[in-house]
């Protein structure tokens, strides 16, 4: 099985440890191709991404990994960029600019607070719950409607070569306390969602990340999203999102497993710097 992770997260954002630190252990792992894609910056203080003072040490530490390790492994050079309206990093004219291998897109941010700071919907129950009353009332179809339609935006705008973890909105959502993914209504805005992902050719990742931490039963994203995926051919890839070295390849076998059970027989992959379909 050849493995490849390119979502991956060093010291230059929330990750535990240096770049080459995640090189050295994808190599005893095996890995034919590794990606890195710190969280790029954002327009106000943020504790889990890249300084903007430090984005070009990121960009040319990288570049000097490929170099060194160039006959070892095959390194990629990217950003996980957070779309929102008004984050000018999420404009291709900007990140282009970067000289990136490819770019992920996520949501984590969603509407604003009454104190004008924006809502993650990732670092705590506390902060999401928050959010969730504060700005919605509670009402978790307003702010998962809400999440997908920062969605769909980015597909238009930034057009990422990936996007991540689909449904991160679930995150805090145990016990379908918010909101039912089995629900028309949820089925609906995920399917406008992928229909919009197919005709992009965007890929989708198979996130392990919630699984292994014990955040989610399931990947990001779902099995029905990743059935109908398939469905509308739309390719797919999987990430661990590491944030430790010794996380780079977790889930991956069991996510290969379930791919194949749903009647996958590729997974899309950055290889010789081309896309290319492999089998699983």
């Known amino acids: 099985m050849l493995l490849t992770n390119y979502h991956s997260h060093t010291h ?3 990750g535990k440890s240096k770049p080459s630190d995640y090189i050295e252990k994808a190599i005893e792992y095996g890995l034919a191709a590794y990606g890195f ?3 790029a910056p954002v327009p106000f203080p943020c504790n889990w991404s890249i300084a903007p003072e430090m984005l070009k040490d990121y960009l040319n530490e990288i570049d000097t990994l490929k170099r ?3 006959d070892k492994i095959e390194i990629y050079k990217s950003l996980e960029i957070d ?4 984050n000018p990093l999420a404009l291709p004219s900007n990140y282009k600019a970067l000289n990136l291998d490819y770019t992920i897109g996520s949501v984590h941010f969603v509407d604003n607070l009454k104190n004008g700071e924006a809502w993650n919907i990732d670092t705590s129950k506390r902060i999401f719950e928050d959010g969730m009353i504060e700005i919605f009332g509670g009402d978790g179809k307003k ?4 999440f997908y339609e920062i969605t769909l935006e980015m597909l238009d705008v930034m057009q990422p070569d990936i996007i991540g973890h689909l449904d991160k909105i679930k995150m805090f959502n145990s016990g379908e306390k918010y909101f039912s993914e089995n629900e028309h209504w949820y089925k609906n805005l995920v399917e406008t969602v992928l229909q919009k992902i197919a005709k992009n050719n965007t890929i989708v990742e198979v996130n392990t990340r919630g699984i292994y931490r014990g955040k989610t039963a ?4 779902s099995n029905q ?19 430790k070295p010794e996380e780079i390849t977790l889930g991956i ?7 194949i059970g749903l009647g996958y027989k590729t997974l899309r992959v950055l290889l010789g710097n081309k896309w290319r379909d492999i089998e699983i």
């Open 68 to 70: 060194q390790y160039k």
């Open 143 to 146: 702010a998962v409607t809400k």
């Open 253 to 259: 076998s069991e996510a290969t497993n379930l791919l």
């Open 83 to 86: 779309y929102f309206p008004g």
């Open 12 to 14: 230059f954002s929330d």
């Open 225 to 243: 999203i990743l059935s109908r995926c398939k469905e509308l051919n739309i390719p797919v890839m999987i990430n661990t999102d590491c944030h």
């Open 218 to 221: 399931d990947y990001y994203p």
């Open 37 to 39: 894609s710190c969280h």
